[in-house]
C-alpha cells in the first residue's frame, strides 16, 4: 500500500512530500499511481464554498438613511426659507412682473380748445360746458320745438342725422339739411359757400355743449342745380327740398365723448308705436347764413333777418 498522503482538497495540486512518496514508491515498483489533480469543476465548486457571502442590506435601511437625513436637514431648510422670505420684504430679490396690459384707448374727440378740423371748417372746443352758445346769434325761439311759421319765407330742416364709421376708426356724425320755400314759387339759389361762412353745429347736453364746429362745408349733392344767375357752380338751387350734408369730424367732439355714444344721445325717445314721448337727451341745432336767404325775404315782403337759417332735433311731444 502506498504511503501517499492524500490531497487536501479537489481543488489542490499533489504537495511536495506527495510527489517524493510517489517518486519512491514508482522506483519500488508498487506505487498506486500519480495522485490526481482536481478538475476545474472541482476547484470551482470549492472556491463557491470557501467565498465568503456578501450580506445584503435591507431595503428598508435606505429609507431610514433617506428620512434621517431628510430629518437632519429640515431644520436648515426652514431657515433658508426664512431668509429668502426676508429678502424679497426687502427688496433685496427683485421679482420679476409680466408688463401691465395697455390702457384701452379712450373715446375719439378733441381738445378743449379751438383748432382746424380735416375737411374745412373750426371746432368750438373753447366752448365745451357752455350752455346756450351758439356760433350765429339766433333769434328768439329758433331752438324751440314748435316748428316755423309757413308765413317766415325759406326754411331749414334736419333731414338725418347719425354716426358713420370711417376706416380709421373715429367715425363722423353726419347731418342731412333739408330746404324748403313755402308759400313761394320763386328759386332759393344759395352760395355753395354759404356767404363764406360755412354752416355752424353746436350739440348741448345737460351740462353744456358736447360737441360743436362753424365754418363746416356742405357737401352739395351732384344733382343740385346749378343757378344761372352767378358763375358755373359757384350756387346751388335748394327749392322744392333740395339740400346737402354736413360732415362733422371727431376733433369737433370735446374730451370724453364719442361721436357714436353722441349721435344716439340726438334721438328723441318713443313709445311702441314710435310716437314721440319727449325731448331727446341731447340737442342738435345747424345754423347757416346766405345772402340769398334774406333777399328772398325780401320779395315776400318779410325781413330779411340776416339771412339766417336753424334748424333743430327737437320735436313736439305727444299731446295727451
Known amino acids: 500500500m502506498s504511503s501517499l498522503p492524500p490531497a487536501q482538497g479537489p481543488d489542490e495540486s499533489p504537495s511536495d512530500e506527495q510527489w ?21 469543476r ?4 470549492a472556491a463557491r464554498v470557501r467565498r465568503p457571502r456578501r450580506p445584503r442590506r435591507p431595503r428598508s435601511g435606505t429609507a431610514r438613511s433617506a428620512t434621517a437625513w431628510l430629518a437632519a436637514a429640515a431644520p436648515w431648510t426652514a431657515v ?32 378743449a380748445e379751438a383748432v382746424s378740423l380735416p375737411g374745412g371748417g373750426t371746432s368750438d372746443g373753447d366752448q365745451c360746458g357752455t350752455k346756450g352758445y351758439h356760433h ?15 308765413a317766415s319765407g325759406p326754411q331749414l330742416s334736419l333731414s338725418h342725422y347719425g354716426y358713420a364709421a370711417d376706416p380709421g376708426g373715429e367715425g ?7 330746404f324748403t320755400t313755402p308759400g313761394t314759387k320763386k328759386p332759393l339759389r344759395v352760395s355753395r359757400t354759404l356767404g363764406g361762412e360755412g354752416a ?32 358755373s357752380g359757384a350756387s346751388v338751387d335748394v327749392s322744392d327740398g333740395g339740400g346737402g350734408e354736413i360732415v362733422v369730424p371727431a376733433a369737433a367732439l370735446c374730451p370724453g365723448h364719442d361721436g357714436d355714444s353722441v349721435a344716439r344721445s340726438l334721438v328723441p325717445p318713443a313709445d311702441s308705436t ?16 346766405d345772402p340769398a336767404v334774406g333777399t328772398l325775404r325780401t320779395t315776400l315782403g318779410l325781413p330779411a333777418g340776416g339771412g339766417l337759417l336753424s334748424a333743430v332735433n327737437l320735436v313736439p311731444a305727444a299731446r295727451s
Do not use: N
Open 172 to 178: 363722423d356724425i353726419v347731418i342731412g339739411l333739408r
Open 274 to 289: 314710435g310716437t314721440v314721448t319727449g325731448p331727446p337727451p341731447y340737442r342738435l341745432v345747424v345754423s347757416l347764413r
Open 20 to 40: 517524493e512518496a510517489f517518486l519512491r514508491d514508482a522506483m519500488a515498483g508498487g506505487g498506486a499511481g500519480a495522485p490526481k489533480e482536481a478538475s476545474a
Open 136 to 150: 350765429f346769434p339766433l333769434p328768439a325761439g329758433a331752438t324751440d320745438a314748435e316748428p316755423p311759421s309757413p
Open 42 to 45: 472541482d476547484r470551482l465548486a
Open 80 to 111: 433658508a426659507a426664512v431668509i429668502v422670505f426676508g429678502a424679497f420684504q426687502m427688496g433685496l430679490i427683485p421679482i420679476p412682473r409680466s408688463s401691465p396690459p395697455a390702457p384701452a384707448a379712450g373715446p375719439a374727440s378733441g381738445p
Open 200 to 231: 355752424a353745429v353746436e350739440i348741448e347736453g345737460p351740462d353744456g355743449l358736447v360737441a360743436g364746429a362753424h365754418g363746416l362745408p356742405v357737401i352739395w349733392p351732384s344733382a343740385a342745380r346749378a343757378g344761372a344767375s352767378g358763375a
